[in-house]
């Protein structure tokens, strides 16, 4: 039997009294029927371009987040020559990118990966897809508004501060992102396009300027000093390199959670989750590539994602002038960034709400279509995540754990994909993106080093972190995702062992199949 996925709810749906539910024939497909009810309106506007939703994606990757979050880490534990662990990184996403925008072609609904657990591996798949989505997601927003919260302070003058003043300018950073997603769409929409612009000034442009002007090295520089850093060989530093060049690729889901929104999702989507990961691995590569050309190794050494690695590096090549400018386009980057990750986790809150899994308060959403319930817990928690931000070592952790945590999202959802492709559950034919035979090698492919990546992400690495981590850090990614996973059991074991009464109250406002 194939599981025919349906669209998002329309705006003539029945409304009934809250706390009712309606069966509808979608039901014995295995699928959730949406309703609206009389007081909790669950229907989002799309409002959305196809340029939209590509540039949401762009800024949830974000080549200056990603790239200049890793390249000081990368120059530490590999020494060098990490260029090749990044560009395979890339083609590799690329094909995990593919079976998002083939599912999405299909089941263009709001939360994307979540939705599509659920609907293709049944009610337990998709709750703990959505407790992995969500947690990973929150994270990854909780380490942005903390880097972007350093930004912010290098960019009004303080960048010497530590501990609670960084916390104080990540939860700014985090309040600006908040505002700028419960304003009116087009005020969203302009930031966004606004830090494409400003990643394509501050990256591209900045990068192509090195590399035409200042460029001190050879080609050679991109593979040389391989094993030269913390990690004890070559293969070794091979294999940490990629697993730090995966925090670069991430988030270009994001066009799948805000599908909802997006015109003529089926075409649209798919077109948005590809292109903007092509665009957006293009920038990080050739940036990459100009700064390890033009910049000398020690300076790259000396970087991290708690410092500005680049400012020193255009002011010794430009002069003073130029800081203040640069750093005003980083910043703008770094908001669009945090304001496209609040819209892309809350949507996957706002999903979880509808379905049952979450709060069904947290659906609601206002008159001009935002789900402001959905949007507010999403910032108080990852406003909370940023007391991490007090040690160190804790927003290692957690930028550990968002790393991981998607790749673990990565595996569940090629891996429910192709499982169900192969048992007939799910038809590719029937989507608005056909690749043939093609799909299932894609597929298989994308499974295989999607898990391959988690376990490589997740491997405790002593020469990857400071002299003196904790246990706990080094397994950061196994004990965090391991908790999850474990009180997600726990809360299905009780909800399947609610009493009968409660069960009996439950149902009894059931109507009739419509």
């Known amino acids: 039997m194939h599981i025919h996925p349906i669209d998002p709810p329309p705006d003539n749906l029945p409304t009934i009294e809250p706390g009712r539910t309606v069966f509808c024939a979608e039901e014995s497909q295995g699928l959730v029927c949406p309703v609206r009810t009389a007081r909790v309106p669950q229907a989002l506007h799309r409002s959305l371009s196809l340029w939209n939703s590509l540039t949401i994606g ?4 974000s080549p200056v987040a990603g790239l200049y979050a890793i390249i000081g880490i990368q120059t530490v534990v590999a020494g060098g020559g990490w260029f090749p662990a990044l560009a395979l990184c890339l083609v590799m996403q690329l094909l995990v990118a593919t079976v998002y925008a083939e599912l999405s072609s299909q089941i263009p609904i709001a939360g994307g990966a979540y939705k599509w657990a659920r609907h293709l591996g049944g009610t337990i798949t998709g709750t703990y897809a959505g407790a992995i989505y969500v947690s990973s997601t929150i994270a990854m927003l909780t380490t942005t508004a903390y880097t972007g919260g350093i930004w912010l302070a290098i960019f009004f003058g303080s960048a010497s501060g530590t501990g609670v003043t960084l916390v104080m300018w990540g939860a700014v950073f ?10 009116h769409v087009s005020v969203f929409k302009f930031l966004i396009s606004l830090g494409v612009y400003a990643e394509i000034v501050g990256s591209f442009g900045v990068a192509l300027l090195l590399f035409l002007l200042f460029r001190q090295h050879e080609f050679s520089e991109l593979f040389a000093h391989l094993g030269t850093g913390t990690a ?3 293969t070794a530093a091979f294999l940490a390199a990629l697993a730090i060049s995966g925090w670069a690729f991430i988030g270009f889901d994001a066009c799948s959670t805000v599908a909802e929104e997006t015109h003529e999702p089926k075409r649209m989507v798919p077109r948005a989750i ?3 990961l ?7 590569l050739f940036n990459s590539a100009a700064l390890t050309l033009s910049v000398h190794r020690d300076t790259l050494r000396q970087t991290s994602a708690s410092s500005d690695p680049v400012t020193p590096v255009i002011v010794d090549n430009f002069g003073a002038w130029a800081e203040t400018p640069f750093l005003a386009i980083i910043l703008v980057a770094f908001l669009a960034c945090g304001s496209s990750m609040v819209r892309y986790t809350s949507r996957i809150v706002f999903s979880m709400a509808r379905e049952g899994s979450l709060p069904a308060s947290l659906s609601q959403v206002t008159d001009a279509g935002a789900p402001r319930r959905a949007v ?13 931000g007090l040690n160190d070592e804790a927003v290692a952790t957690v930028l550990a754990f968002g790393t991981g945590g998607l790749y673990a999202m990565f595996a569940m959802t090629t891996g429910v994909g192709l499982y169900t492709r192969l048992t007939g559950r799910w038809d590719p034919s029937l989507g608005h993106l056909k690749l043939g035979s093609w799909g299932l090698l894609i597929n298989t492919v994308a499974f295989l080093w999607s898990v391959f990546e988690l376990v490589n992400i997740a491997w405790p690495r002593p020469y990857a972190v400071a002299p003196d981590a904790p246990w706990w850090q080094l397994w950061a990614v196994p004990l965090v995702l391991g908790g999850i996973l474990a009180l997600t059991t726990l809360s299905i074991i009780v909800g399947r062992n609610r009493p009968l009464v409660s069960r009996g109250k439950a149902e009894s406002g059931k109507t009739e199949p419509s």
Do not use: E, K, Y
């Not at 762009?58 to 990757?61: G, I, L, P």
């Not at 985090?174 to 505002?179: D, N, Q, R, W």
């Not at 507010?376 to 991490?388: I, M, N, P």
């Open 58 to 61: 762009f800024a949830t990757v």
């Open 174 to 183: 985090m309040l600006i992102c908040t505002a700028l997603n419960l304003a």
């Open 232 to 234: 004890p060989s070559r």
């Open 274 to 276: 590809f292109f903007s």
């Open 278 to 284: 092509c665009m957006v691995g293009s920038v990080v």
């Open 376 to 388: 507010l817990l999403t910032v108080a928690l990852a406003t909370l995540g940023l007391l991490f």
